[in-house]
């Protein structure tokens, strides 16, 4: 009797489990697009952003009357930190991305070995009612 009790109790939580896990696989994709496109709009307004300064700085400097003409060495500068600023968002890039394939790798390795898993903690379980478990006459 308990065991019918105990079936129908995990038929419930099954049921559960495939609903939670079904609105998951539907919502993901949509959340991340959404994520996505965010991005792409922040990545357009911050480049947005820096185009219309450096039009407004030019136009200002042209009808200023003033010589706005760099030196080489301010050139330079120029150069050199842009480069350095590709350069450092280009390893931060790379580190992100390997950051998340270390990510995905160790997920993948979890579930590949997930049986395994709960072979040795079904062993341990028995272990443990074969020790504690009340012996019947």
Known sequence: MSENIDSKNFD????????????????????????????????????????????????????????????????????????????????CNKLTISNIETLKNSAKTWNDNAESFIDLNRKIMHYWLEAFSPKRK
Do not use: C
């Open 12 to 91: 419930v939580l099954d049921q559960l489990n495939n609903k939670y896990f079904l609105e998951l696989e539907h919502s993901v994709p949509h959340i991340q697009q959404t994520l996505f496109d965010l991005q792409n709009e922040f990545y357009k307004t911050w480049k947005n952003a820096v185009t219309a300064n450096t039009s407004l700085y030019k136009e200002f400097m042209s009808n200023s009357g003033y010589d706005y003409t760099f030196s080489k060495s301010t050139k330079d500068i120029l150069e050199n930190m842009s480069e350095e600023g590709l350069k450092f968002r280009s390893i």
